[in-house]
């Protein structure tokens, strides 16, 4: 039995708006700030900024500053070539006195002149690194930067190419960490890739930035979008964590969800899914409990529920909350399924005979909803019927077996597999399946076609439907 987790879905972050403008030099040789501002302007983590080793001024220092006022100056090729004579003093600069941390901060400016945001960014973080004030003037250098690089990246990715969007995501959070938006696209870059370790770490980077000081100073118009992005970044990262088998971590971003929204369904019942998987059963079952007691639950509510009680082996408060599921969606197939199945781990036999009859209903080409039945009468002593309801099962032409539900892009899909057993090798199986949402609505029927192979031999099949409704459960007919 497997769970699919509550998903937020995958997040693509529109363009950015907006630039920041620069604070002017910042502090220079002797650590003092310039501009027209004092150090009470400055947002709060700044003034906190500890001193570090000041920078200091010398001959290289002298000829970069003049190098980098010439480029500036300068247009097209002309300033690139005095960005590369300001790189080439810095480093200079940077061989005779390795602790000057002016010297990488003018490397780092001839860099970002260049357009090389990577190598201008670890120039950057080295000198910020010895003289952390710096940060007051390169807080605005890169997020000029992180702007520019950024939107060239949005352009490629809201177009559908998000390999073209890759690198210029890559460069952005190169130069710049103080905002989420490349994070979170890098990250479901990397996670569709299948790139996991990176896109947990760069989820948990973005959590850290929006929840961090930055965040106290932000215009209402970003936190108001940091809040939605916060939210899709805890769910992603949680269940990549889990997919890592990281379960202890996932059920802490869980919990730190349910601190800031102790009423988030979707939290709740993930968390005790990472709980199950963490070999924490007894707080999992804790949850679960609780939420079989809670009103106004719909059917994948209670669905999710059966299975951490499976998982738990919890089987008859698991029989429970699937059949709660069946009675709010009779055609929920899984559910009904899922219902017989805890039943029978449960020795529940005289109600499994009942939810065996309903599964055959629905599913008449079940060979184990037919053992279920034929099992749980010769529990109740009932020997007579249950050779019959095995011979029945036996003159089956075929069964219908490994069923599964499945999310795809723009809508579901049903697959399974088709075992003869008594039918003509290449004859015809034509089936037609129908789904549904969470409050038993059928959203639309998929019609699909299988011809038999030899005898015992199962043939694949997928029946897909193309729907923006969120479909949770389906039953087949033999058309």
Same mark, same amino acid.
């Given at each position: 039995?497997?769970?699919?987790? =509550?998903?937020?879905?995958?997040?693509?972050?529109?363009?950015?708006?907006? =630039?920041?403008?620069?604070?002017?030099?910042?502090?220079?040789?002797?650590?003092?700030?310039?501009?027209?501002?004092?150090?009470?302007?400055?947002?709060?983590?700044?003034?906190?900024?500890?001193? =570090?080793?000041?920078?200091?001024? !010398?001959?290289?220092?002298?000829?970069?500053?003049?190098?980098?006022?010439?480029?500036?100056?300068?247009?097209?090729?002309?300033?690139?070539?005095?960005?590369?004579?300001?790189?080439?003093?810095?480093?200079?600069?940077?061989?005779?006195?390795?602790?000057?941390?002016?010297?990488?901060?003018?490397?780092?400016?001839?860099?970002?002149?260049?357009?090389?945001?990577?190598?201008? =960014?670890?120039?950057?973080?080295?000198?910020?690194?010895? $003289?952390?004030?710096?940060?007051?003037?390169?807080?605005?250098? /890169?997020?000029?930067?992180?702007?520019?690089?950024?939107?060239?990246?949005?352009?490629?990715?809201?177009?559908?190419?998000?390999?073209?969007?890759?690198?210029?995501?890559?460069?952005?959070?190169?130069?710049?960490?103080?905002?989420?938006?490349?994070?979170?696209?890098?990250?479901?870059?990397?996670?569709?890739?299948?790139?996991?370790?990176?896109?947990?770490?760069?989820?948990?980077?973005?959590?850290?930035?929006?929840?961090?000081?930055?965040?106290?100073?932000?215009?209402?118009?970003?936190?108001?979008?940091?809040?939605?992005?916060?939210?899709?970044?805890?769910?992603?990262?949680?269940?990549?964590?889990?997919?890592?088998?990281? $379960?202890?971590?996932?059920?802490?971003?869980?919990?730190?969800?349910?601190?800031?929204?102790?009423?988030?369904?979707? +939290?709740?019942?993930?968390?005790?899914?990472?709980?199950?998987?963490?070999?924490?059963?007894?707080?999992?079952?804790?949850?679960?409990?609780?939420?079989?007691? /809670?009103?106004?639950?719909?059917?994948?509510?209670?669905?999710?529920?059966?299975?951490?009680?499976?998982?738990?082996?919890?089987?008859?408060?698991?029989?429970?909350?699937?059949?709660?599921?069946?009675?709010?969606?009779?055609?929920?197939?899984?559910?009904?399924?899922?219902?017989?199945?805890?039943?029978?781990?449960?020795?529940?036999?005289?109600?499994?005979?009942?939810? +065996?009859?309903?599964?055959?209903?629905?599913?008449?080409? !079940?060979?184990?909803?037919?053992?279920?039945?034929?099992?749980?009468?010769?529990?109740?002593?009932?020997?007579?019927?249950?050779?019959?309801?095995?011979?029945?099962?036996?003159?089956?032409?075929?069964?219908?077996?490994?069923?599964?539900?499945?999310?795809?892009?723009?809508?579901?899909?049903?697959? #399974?597999?088709?075992?003869?057993? !008594?039918?003509?090798?290449?004859?015809?199986? !034509?089936?037609?399946?129908?789904?549904?949402?969470?409050?038993?609505?059928?959203? #639309?029927?998929?019609?699909?076609?299988?011809?038999?192979?030899?005898?015992?031999?199962?043939?694949?099949?997928?029946?897909?439907?193309?729907?923006?409704?969120?479909?949770?459960?389906?039953?087949?007919?033999?058309?």
């Amino acid at each position: 039995m497997s769970f699919r987790f =509550g998903a937020v879905g995958a997040l693509v972050v529109a363009l950015a708006l907006g =630039g920041c403008a620069s604070a002017g030099n910042g502090p220079g040789a002797d650590g003092a700030l310039s501009g027209d501002f004092s150090e009470d302007d400055l947002p709060q983590w700044m003034q906190d900024l500890p001193e =570090g080793e000041p920078p200091e001024d !010398n001959e290289y220092t002298d000829e970069a500053t003049l190098l980098l006022f010439q480029a500036m100056s300068a247009d097209g090729e002309d300033a690139v070539a005095f960005y590369e004579q300001a790189l080439a003093a810095a480093e200079e600069g940077i061989e005779a006195d390795p602790e000057n941390a002016q010297s990488y901060f003018q490397a780092g400016e001839a860099l970002l002149g260049m357009g090389e945001l990577r190598r201008a =960014g670890e120039m950057l973080d080295r000198a910020e690194e010895l $003289y952390p004030r710096y940060q007051i003037e390169t807080e605005f250098m /890169r997020e000029e930067a992180w702007l520019e690089a950024f939107n060239r990246g949005a352009e490629h990715y809201q177009d559908g190419d998000a390999q073209a969007a890759l690198p210029h995501f890559e460069d952005a959070h190169a130069i710049y960490q103080g905002r989420p938006e490349a994070m979170l696209n890098l990250a479901e870059i990397y996670s569709n890739e299948g790139r996991m370790e990176e896109a947990a770490e760069l989820y948990g980077m973005s959590v850290d930035v929006m929840t961090g000081p930055r965040a106290q100073d932000m215009d209402e118009e970003f936190l108001e979008n940091w809040e939605d992005f916060l939210e899709v970044a805890l769910f992603n990262r949680a269940q990549i964590l889990f997919q890592l088998e990281r $379960y202890a971590e996932a059920a802490e971003v869980y919990e730190a969800i349910l601190a800031d929204d102790p009423e988030n369904l979707m +939290a709740i019942s993930n968390l005790a899914v990472a709980y199950v998987a963490s070999g924490e059963g007894a707080r999992a079952r804790e949850i679960y409990d609780d939420l079989l007691n /809670r009103p106004g639950l719909d059917s994948q509510d209670y669905f999710s529920i059966g299975v951490g009680l499976y998982q738990t082996e919890e089987f008859e408060q698991a029989a429970r909350a699937f059949r709660e599921a069946v009675d709010l969606v009779p055609e929920h197939r899984d559910a009904l399924f899922n219902y017989a199945q805890s039943l029978y781990l449960a020795d529940q036999f005289e109600e499994l005979i009942e939810a +065996a009859e309903m599964l055959i209903e629905l599913d008449p080409y !079940n060979e184990t909803a037919y053992r279920f039945l034929a099992q749980s009468l010769v529990q109740m002593d009932r020997q007579e019927e249950a050779v019959d309801k095995l011979e029945t099962m036996e003159a089956l032409p075929y069964f219908i077996d490994a069923l599964e539900l499945a999310g795809m892009d723009g809508g579901a899909a049903v697959v #399974g597999q088709v075992i003869n057993q !008594n039918a003509d090798e290449g004859s015809s199986v !034509n089936l037609r399946v129908h789904f549904y949402t969470a409050d038993g609505t059928e959203v #639309g029927t998929s019609d699909v076609s299988v011809d038999l192979g030899a005898a015992e031999e199962a043939v694949q099949f997928q029946a897909d439907l193309a729907t923006g409704e969120r479909v949770v459960a389906f039953r087949y007919e033999v058309l």
